[in-house]
């Protein structure tokens, strides 16, 4: 029988509920256990497809093709797993589905309600997911971590409070725990614990009991006895039930945090953990996993060399558009044995109409990407603050400066090699212009080209390395391999009646599908390191296994010899980390990774400046 265990939130949101629920799943997995994970979002939204990054932070993509909440992003860099769509459940897709049900007669003519339909179909939805292998082994997950999105109390969530509380029953006391996170705020240093009281009281109302309750704090100071034990008493919950959670140097510091306030030991009890039969080698594998982590953090407390990478982007006023991207800058720099520095540059402030503007932040602008070791440029939609990304990307390319351009960075290193080099300045992307002079970016849509499903190209995608490409450090980072997978999210490509051209005046695409049409890597031979990618790297980077591409980044930002190290070690060591079952032919993926829209709005909004 599956485990579950559910990590609620109150008082307020953000405050951590992901990286706890990832953290707990983590220690589990420690102790040998198989573990997924579920993301309850209780919006409207279908799928955050549809999101401003500046409004909910970045759309994280799955191999699948799911677009689905950045949480996910944290499930699947901690616990090592691969999920699906289906790992995040919101409203809309409950809604859609009982609705399906409903105009198809499932319903025998019986009026559809809140309880028992959606409640069940939530339930049955937790149930089945909880059962697909998510890891390597292939096998049925032994826990389930459940987060709830929000904050208990909101009206949006209160059919999935609903559900969980029926879940409990459906699965019996000892396969389900609760935990509960809420603020616990210092006030000019008095730690104030009515807000919690608060949030447990309605929580109790609603028919959930905490387990255990994580305080967050968001200072550094942990949480004191005294207000452990008042928290105690006011909730109803023995004091070994109360941990806290203040702020840490880094989140990968939150695991171990947990663990030493004795969580493993009360989950195990509680929900009879030890009575699960584990196999020798799945605790060999825990055991291995525990030992890496705590060299991981251990190590970066020890570092004292910087590396600095100015990431030009145009969602930097909300540093969660780039989750994922700074997750792989970080997991690199810790292979590289360095603390890393991000310098945050609004692409807009480079450009030469912002001298007039606001002389300040242009000048401020080019101060920090003329100083910075390294560029990034990564992915985004619509023409805003293009031509400052290009700007970047020229002083990179000739200033000998290491670059890696993600998605729509690829695209622009190419229409700015195509201005620069190939003597084009009428080159532009048909994503701004749709009858430029000379469109070297082109709409190239996956499926169909008018089927709203099909434009977009979504999710894991192979990429073939050429014939002579031995040469490329960027293979050398994969492995030395012929054949990589990354995810992918865009709909514009490298226009292939341009390829040749590009290639004789030096930008060699390294990397193509498998019919050689699209240009998914891109690398410069004569520079230290000048790469584009047309996939999202980012999104299959692992704390102890970084997205080779950024490691490639930012070990060519702390100087040629530690580039030449990590390549070396790559090539021993590098392993991918997507399931075997998960590298396949192109058409088997696109096959199960097709997109089912509901409205035309994704269009509009990804191709808009909204975005």
């Keep these: 029988m599956t485990k579950y265990i559910l990590v609620s939130g109150g008082v307020v949101s953000g405050i951590g509920k992901g990286v706890i629920a990832s953290s707990t799943g983590l220690l589990l997995k420690m102790t040998g256990l198989k573990v997924t994970a579920i993301k309850i979002d209780p919006y409207m939204n279908v799928d955050a497809g549809t999101m401003r ?12 093709g799911g677009e689905v909440d950045l949480d996910l992003g944290n499930y699947e860099r901690y616990l090592d797993v691969t999920l699906s769509r289906d790992n995040n459940i919101t409203t809309g897709k409950i809604y859609q589905q009982i609705i399906e049900r409903e105009r198809r007669g499932d319903y025998l003519g019986r009026t559809v309600q809140i309880v028992p339909h959606v409640t069940d179909a939530i339930q049955d939805w937790i149930e089945r997911v909880s059962k697909i292998p998510a890891d390597e082994t292939g096998e049925e997950p032994d826990v389930c971590i459940v987060e709830l999105g929000g904050t208990v109390g909101d009206i949006e969530s209160a059919p999935f409070v609903e559900a969980m509380r029926q879940f409990q029953f459906r699965v019996g006391h000892e396969n389900f725990a609760l935990i509960h996170v809420s603020l616990v705020p210092d006030m000019h240093g008095e730690q104030k614990t009515k807000p919690t009281q608060t949030t447990v009281h309605a929580l109790r109302g609603l028919g959930l009991l905490p387990d255990l309750i994580a305080c967050r704090l968001i200072v550094p100071q942990p949480l004191t006895k005294g207000t452990k034990e008042k928290i105690s008493m006011f909730c ?7 941990v806290g959670v203040h702020d840490v140097t880094s989140v990968y510091h939150v695991p171990l945090l947990l663990q030493s306030q004795g969580i493993v030991g009360f989950l195990q009890r509680r929900l009879n953990l030890n009575n699960l039969d584990l196999k020798s080698n799945m605790l060999e594998r825990g055991t291995s996993l525990e030992t890496r982590w705590k060299a991981l953090t251990t190590n970066q407390e020890r570092l004292f060399d910087q590396v600095s990478i100015a990431l030009v982007g145009k969602y930097t006023d909300l540093k969660d558009s780039y989750m994922s991207v700074i997750k792989a800058l970080e997991h690199s720099a810790f292979r590289c044995h360095r603390k890393l520095i991000i310098h945050w540059v609004e692409s807009s402030d480079l450009e030469p109409e912002q001298q007039d503007v606001d002389p300040k932040k242009y000048h401020d602008a080019w101060r920090t990407v003329v100083g910075a070791s390294g560029i990034l440029v990564p992915g985004g939609f619509g ?21 890696l351009g993600i998605c729509l960075g690829f695209q622009l290193a190419v229409v700015e090699w195509a201005r620069q080099i190939m003597n084009l300045p009428g080159a532009k992307s048909t994503e701004f212009n749709t009858d430029p002079a000379d469109p070297v970016i082109l709409f190239m849509p996956e499926i169909s080209r008018t089927h709203m499903g099909g434009t977009m190209r979504l999710g894991l995608r192979p990429t073939i390395f050429q014939k002579d490409s031995e040469w490329s450090r960027v293979r050398k980072l994969y492995g030395g391999a012929d054949i990589v997978w990354e995810r992918h999210r865009h709909r514009y490509e490298v226009n292939p009646e341009y390829v040749e051209r590009l290639q004789e005046s030096g930008m060699s695409f390294i990397g193509r599908d498998e019919k050689g049409e699209r240009m998914q890597i891109m690398e410069l031979q004569n520079h230290p390191f000048f790469v584009g990618l047309q996939a999202h790297p980012e999104f299959c980077t692992r704390p102890l296994n970084p997205s080779p591409p950024f490691l490639g980044l930012v070990a060519a930002a702390c100087g040629p010899d530690v580039l030449e190290q990590q390549m070396a070690q790559q090539l021993q060591t590098f392993l991918p980390p997507h399931p075997k079952d998960a590298m396949v032919g192109e058409q088997v993926l696109i096959q199960a990774s097709r997109e089912q829209l509901l409205t035309k709005g994704l269009e509009r909004v990804l191709s808009s400046e909204s975005e």
């Excluded at 990054?53 to 699948?64: A, K, Q, R, S």
């Excluded at 109803?236 to 109360?242: C, D, K, N, R």
């Excluded at 023409?383 to 670059?403: C, S, Y």
């Design 53 to 64: 990054p500046t409004e909910h932070g970045e759309v994280y993509v799955l191999n699948d």
């Design 236 to 242: 109803h919950v023995a004091s070994e039930q109360v």
């Design 383 to 403: 023409e805003r603050g293009t031509e400052g990304m290009m700007l970047a990307i020229k002083w990179a390319r000739e200033q000998q400066i290491p670059f």
